[in-house]
């Protein structure tokens, strides 16, 4: 810790910020507390109550009850304003979080959905393939797979050569039948 004499031992050196922190230097200016000298307590005064020596009227007194209504009823008026606003907030934070909640549900559902549907074409995919659509037929559907000798070729020019004909041979009465008139 350093002491006010520090700056006399170093006085003595021609080194100029030395000097000019001896120059600076000020024997009134110390470290130590200051010397504590109580003050005396202020007096205080004596308690005292006013009285009103003036004496209201009865007009007035009807005018200060009148008007402490109207306060009362305007506290009151705001306190219930207060008090409906409080309730309403409350009512749509509640109606907030149901919506919320059943938004996270429908949410899940879609997503729920949205996974069958994947699966669903996943398995679609893995069934489309000959071998399965043959015995899906025949074991499922009870259906028979043709044999050469069922099968009959048509050529369609012939065909709808052969159609004209029979269709200007026969007569309109015939031809309406078959058209369904």
């Known amino acids: 810790m350093t002491n006010s004499n520090d700056f006399r031992r170093y006085s003595y050196m021609a080194d100029l910020e030395t000097s000019r ?29 006013n009285t009103n020596r003036k004496l209201k ?21 705001s306190l219930a304003l207060a008090a409906s606003m409080l309730f309403g907030m409350l009512y749509t934070y509640a109606l907030k979080n149901e919506y919320a909640r059943e938004i ?55 065909y709808k050569g052969k159609r004209l004909v029979s269709l200007r041979e026969e007569p309109p009465a015939a031809l309406a039948e078959q058209v369904g008139k």
Not at 29 to 49: L, N
Not at 57 to 77: D, G, H, T, Y
Not at 106 to 130: D, F, M
């Open 57 to 77: 009227s009865k007009n007035q007194l009807v005018a200060e009850q009148r008007l402490a209504r109207r306060k009362v009823a305007a506290i009151l008026v």
């Open 104 to 158: 996270s549900n429908l949410k899940t559902e879609i997503s729920r959905e949205e996974n069958q549907c994947i699966s669903t074409k996943a398995r679609l995919e893995s069934l489309v393939n000959i071998e399965q659509i043959e015995e899906y037929a025949v074991n499922e559907l009870g259906m028979v797979k043709t044999q050469p000798e069922q099968i009959e070729y048509i050529d369609v020019e012939q």
């Open 21 to 49: 922190a001896v120059e600076a230097f000020s024997l009134s200016r110390s470290s130590a507390a200051p010397i504590y000298v109580p003050q005396p307590r202020e007096q205080r005064k004596p308690f005292s109550v």
